[in-house]
């Protein structure tokens, strides 16, 4: 294809912002500099204001005067989805796409990311943190939320893309539009609703590994777009099972069929974690009149750990022999680690004098909690088959 041809191709980037008066201009400046020089293609940027109450419009604006190819758009309501509903919806562009304010992911995956789909090879397009190409740096907190929340997509929800929240996105406009009027949510969850309804139609998703260094100064509240995401899951999840989404559901669930070797894995890992509870209890009552509670909560917790993970290897997911005993008790550690939070966290928020039977029933309920993730883990990473044969 020639220049000028590839120059009549137009991507659109939005940029949904709210009150961004610190990093918009420099921001925007950036990506318009970096677009002009190295993108072969023709774009625009569209700044989405979502009802910010700072200078962010007014910034916006200004940029939109003194830079070409930039507009700006504002909405009086707030949410990212909303946002980007607004400005896809009523694109002329041929691919449609957004990123962060922030600029985390290094600029350079761009061209990658919509190349395929201007080819028509791809319908959607995203960039991923979470492939072994892909180079992050951010803190043990997030890099804990993202890759327990795209498990609980993966195991749970059946999807096959790996990151869902990461801020760099593309998608065929024509497919963007055929697709919006499913998707309900307007904030946070919109992305990943978008993708498990492309999923869901058969439509290629495809994925580029990203460069990506985390934004220490980001005001997103972490727990509560977690818990969003959680609550948009279980809608899209009854929607989907009730036909009332309006697309295909795989055969598999509508049969109500578990997944391959879970309806024999299932009982044996509740056996194990029976057995496990009793032996934590036991340990936990044994040890706490001689230390604190918070001690004989892990000291118990790590030890029946060991004793799990082993027992899980040997009965549960059918992996004897020595070979990757060692690392298998080192990933199973992460699980435990979910377990002595949770259990901790309990533990930290009992009254100082509470009664001995009200503190075991609270450190069961947290263990409960704890033992779906810990089967997650085992079953899709730790001994996950075909991450064993591929090594």
Same mark, same amino acid.
């Given at each position: 294809?020639?220049?000028?041809?590839?120059?009549?191709?137009?991507?659109?980037?939005?940029?949904?912002?709210?009150?961004?008066?610190?990093?918009?201009?420099?921001?925007?400046?950036?990506?318009?500099?970096?677009?002009?020089?190295?993108?072969?293609?023709?774009?625009?940027?569209?700044?989405?204001?979502?009802?910010?109450?700072?200078?962010?419009?007014?910034?916006?604006?200004?940029?939109?005067?003194?830079?070409?190819?930039?507009?700006?758009?504002?909405?009086?309501?707030?949410?990212?989805?909303?946002?980007?509903?607004?400005?896809?919806?009523?694109?002329?562009?041929?691919?449609?796409?957004?990123?962060?304010?922030?600029?985390? @992911?290094? #600029? $350079?995956?761009?061209?990658?990311? =919509?190349?395929?789909?201007?080819?028509?090879? &791809?319908?959607? +397009?995203?960039?991923?943190?979470?492939?072994?190409?892909?180079?992050?740096?951010?803190?043990?907190?997030?890099?804990?939320?993202?890759?327990?929340?795209?498990?609980?997509?993966?195991?749970?929800?059946?999807?096959?893309?790996?990151?869902?929240?990461?801020?760099?996105?593309?998608?065929?406009?024509?497919?963007?539009?055929?697709?919006?009027?499913?998707?309900?949510?307007?904030?946070?969850?919109?992305?990943?609703?978008?993708?498990?309804?492309?999923?869901?139609?058969?439509?290629?998703?495809?994925?580029?590994?990203?460069?990506?260094?985390?934004?220490?100064?980001?005001?997103?509240?972490?727990?509560? @777009?977690? #818990? $969003?995401?959680?609550?948009?899951? =279980?809608?899209?999840?009854?929607?989907?099972? &009730?036909?009332? +989404?309006?697309?295909?559901?795989?055969?598999?669930?509508?049969?109500?069929?578990?997944?391959?070797?879970?309806?024999?894995?299932?009982?044996?890992?509740?056996?194990?974690?029976?057995?496990?509870?009793?032996?934590?209890?036991?340990?936990?009552?044994?040890?706490?009149?001689?230390?604190?509670?918070?001690?004989?909560?892990?000291?118990?917790?790590?030890?029946?750990?060991?004793?799990?993970?082993?027992?899980?290897?040997?009965?549960?997911?059918?992996?004897?022999?020595?070979?990757?005993?060692?690392?298998?008790?080192?990933?199973?550690?992460?699980?435990?680690?979910?377990?002595?939070?949770?259990?901790?966290?309990? #533990?930290?928020?009992?009254?100082?004098q509470v009664p001995h039977g009200v503190e075991l029933a609270a450190v069961i309920a947290a263990n409960a909690a704890a033992t779906l993730v810990r089967f997650l883990l085992l079953r899709v990473w730790v001994f996950n088959p075909r991450r064993r044969t591929a090594r």
């Open positions: 294809m020639d220049t000028t041809a590839m120059r009549t191709r137009l991507v659109e980037v939005v940029v949904p912002v709210y009150d961004e008066q610190r990093a918009l201009r420099a921001s925007v400046t950036r990506l318009h500099g970096y677009l002009t020089r190295n993108f072969p293609y023709g774009f625009r940027i569209t700044i989405a204001d979502n009802a910010s109450t700072d200078d962010t419009w007014q910034i916006a604006t200004e940029l939109a005067e003194e830079l070409p190819h930039v507009r700006a758009v504002h909405l009086d309501e707030k949410g990212r989805g909303r946002a980007l509903r607004r400005v896809w919806s009523r694109s002329e562009a041929d691919v449609v796409s957004y990123m962060d304010v922030d600029l985390s @992911t290094d #600029l $350079d995956a761009f061209l990658p990311l =919509v190349a395929p789909l201007l080819s028509g090879h &791809s319908d959607l +397009a995203i960039g991923t943190r979470l492939s072994r190409a892909a180079r992050v740096e951010r803190g043990p907190k997030r890099e804990f939320i993202s890759r327990s929340y795209n498990l609980l997509l993966r195991s749970l929800m059946g999807a096959g893309f790996s990151d869902a929240q990461c801020g760099f996105k593309a998608v065929r406009t024509e497919v963007a539009q055929a697709l919006l009027p499913g998707v309900e949510d307007e904030q946070w969850f919109f992305d990943t609703e978008l993708l498990l309804l492309a999923e869901r139609y058969g439509l290629r998703i495809h994925e580029v590994p990203v460069d990506w260094v985390d934004d220490p100064d980001s005001r997103v509240d972490i727990v509560r @777009t977690a #818990l $969003d995401d959680l609550r948009g899951m =279980v809608r899209v999840a009854r929607k989907t099972l &009730s036909g009332a +989404a309006g697309i295909p559901v795989p055969p598999r669930i509508q049969r109500a069929e578990l997944p391959r070797g879970m309806a024999r894995q299932l009982p044996r890992f509740a056996v194990v974690g029976v057995a496990s509870t009793l032996a934590y209890l036991a340990l936990y009552s044994l040890l706490r009149p001689v230390i604190p509670p918070l001690a004989a909560n892990a000291l118990a917790l790590l030890v029946t750990a060991v004793a799990n993970t082993a027992a899980n290897r040997r009965f549960t997911f059918g992996v004897t022999g020595s070979d990757g005993a060692l690392r298998h008790q080192f990933e199973g550690l992460i699980a435990f680690l979910v377990g002595l939070a949770l259990t901790s966290g309990t #533990l930290a928020l009992l009254p100082a």
